[in-house]
């Protein structure tokens, strides 16, 4: 008796890209993750004038160390859902090591990151699950071949993990090829990079500048005024390097996404990830 792996396609048909699908452990999981990110970003905008804010300035390693063992519960969450094999740890790491490596390129000039457009294909071609935990590893590898490390190091992670689990959730991974699919992830990918930006300005933004400046936040005031001050101080502050970080991601995407998405697309038929075990009799 010998196994076999066989693929989703008929036998005169080409192979079907099968992505690492979400199940149930996997979506709670990522559920639990998502929702102490957004407690962690957003808890401010809620505090009152009397919270002191300055006393959890620095709760940043205690979110990093609560982030490690919830990114590693995806992993063993999709696991436990798919049988995630060495393949996909493979290329999972390669694809974070090819991500890191990107993103000195620009060295934060301007906002120019071109590791944004990798992110964005690979959650599209992958899924969302591999997606989002590709995008945590990979700002944690960046942070330590520059040397970024720092109390917004895991506000990074967990915001580019949501950029690769957007993308993988976009419409169409089946049917929607060419032009149609670049322009997708070129929308997506300039959006995404504005509201990455736009979401790490809350980590530090509450902590800033106390009360002194018209677009400061000030604990107690209704969150209407709170959030007119932050959009003040995003278009003031942020916008600079966010609009150009979407200019080279759009740009990237349709330059170099028919090649990368093909090579990733191949690369995830090969590993065959998902496809069924059969075993036949030896022949004759």
């Given at each position: 008796?010998?196994?076999?792996?066989?693929?989703?396609?008929?036998?005169d048909?080409?192979?079907r890209?099968?992505?690492i699908?979400?199940?149930?452990?996997?979506?709670?999981?990522?559920?639990l993750?998502?929702?102490?990110?957004?407690?962690a970003?957003g808890?401010?905008?809620?505090?009152?004038?009397?919270?002191?804010?300055?006393?959890h300035?620095?709760?940043?390693p205690w979110?990093?160390?609560?982030?490690l063992?919830?990114l590693?519960?995806?992993?063993?969450a999709?696991?436990?859902?798919?049988?995630l094999?060495?393949?996909?740890?493979?290329?999972?790491?390669v694809?974070?090591a090819?991500?890191?490596?990107?993103r000195?390129l620009g060295a934060g000039?301007a906002?120019?990151?071109p590791?944004f457009?990798?992110?964005?294909?690979?959650g599209?071609?992958?899924?969302?699950?591999?997606?989002?935990?590709?995008?945590?590893?990979s700002?944690?590898?960046?942070?330590?071949?520059?040397?970024?490390?720092?109390?917004?190091?895991?506000?990074?992670?967990?915001?580019?993990?949501?950029?690769?689990?957007?993308?993988?959730?976009?419409p169409?991974?089946?049917?929607l090829?060419?032009?149609?699919?670049?322009?997708?992830?070129?929308?997506y990918g300039?959006?995404?990079?504005?509201?990455?930006?736009?979401?790490m300005?809350l980590?530090?933004?509450p902590?800033l500048?106390?009360?002194?400046?018209?677009?400061?936040?000030?604990?107690g005031?209704p969150?209407?005024?709170?959030l007119?001050?932050?959009?003040?101080?995003?278009?003031?502050t942020?916008?600079?390097?966010?609009?150009?970080?979407a200019?080279?991601?759009?740009?990237?995407?349709?330059?170099?996404?028919?090649?990368?998405?093909?090579?990733l697309?191949?690369?995830?038929?090969?590993?065959?990830?998902?496809?069924?075990?059969t075993?036949e009799?030896p022949?004759?």
């Amino acid at each position: 008796m010998r196994a076999v792996r066989k693929d989703s396609a008929g036998p005169d048909g080409p192979r079907r890209v099968r992505p690492i699908r979400l199940g149930l452990r996997s979506v709670v999981a990522l559920t639990l993750v998502s929702a102490v990110g957004v407690a962690a970003f957003g808890w401010p905008l809620l505090a009152d004038g009397g919270s002191g804010l300055s006393d959890h300035a620095q709760d940043a390693p205690w979110l990093f160390a609560a982030l490690l063992p919830l990114l590693l519960a995806v992993v063993v969450a999709t696991i436990a859902d798919v049988g995630l094999d060495a393949k996909a740890i493979a290329m999972l790491g390669v694809l974070a090591a090819a991500g890191a490596a990107l993103r000195p390129l620009g060295a934060g000039t301007a906002g120019i990151e071109p590791m944004f457009f990798l992110m964005v294909l690979s959650g599209r071609v992958l899924g969302p699950g591999f997606g989002f935990v590709l995008g945590a590893v990979s700002m944690f590898a960046s942070a330590l071949l520059t040397g970024g490390v720092g109390p917004w190091m895991p506000f990074q992670m967990l915001s580019m993990g949501w950029v690769c689990m957007g993308a993988g959730l976009l419409p169409g991974p089946d049917t929607l090829r060419g032009r149609r699919e670049l322009w997708l992830l070129a929308v997506y990918g300039a959006v995404s990079s504005v509201l990455y930006g736009t979401v790490m300005n809350l980590q530090g933004w509450p902590y800033l500048a106390g009360g002194a400046t018209g677009v400061s936040f000030v604990p107690g005031d209704p969150l209407v005024d709170n959030l007119g001050r932050f959009v003040a101080y995003c278009l003031a502050t942020s916008l600079g390097w966010d609009l150009p970080r979407a200019v080279v991601t759009v740009l990237l995407s349709l330059a170099l996404g028919p090649a990368v998405l093909k090579a990733l697309r191949r690369a995830t038929r090969r590993a065959a990830f998902e496809a069924p075990v059969t075993f036949e009799a030896p022949k004759a």
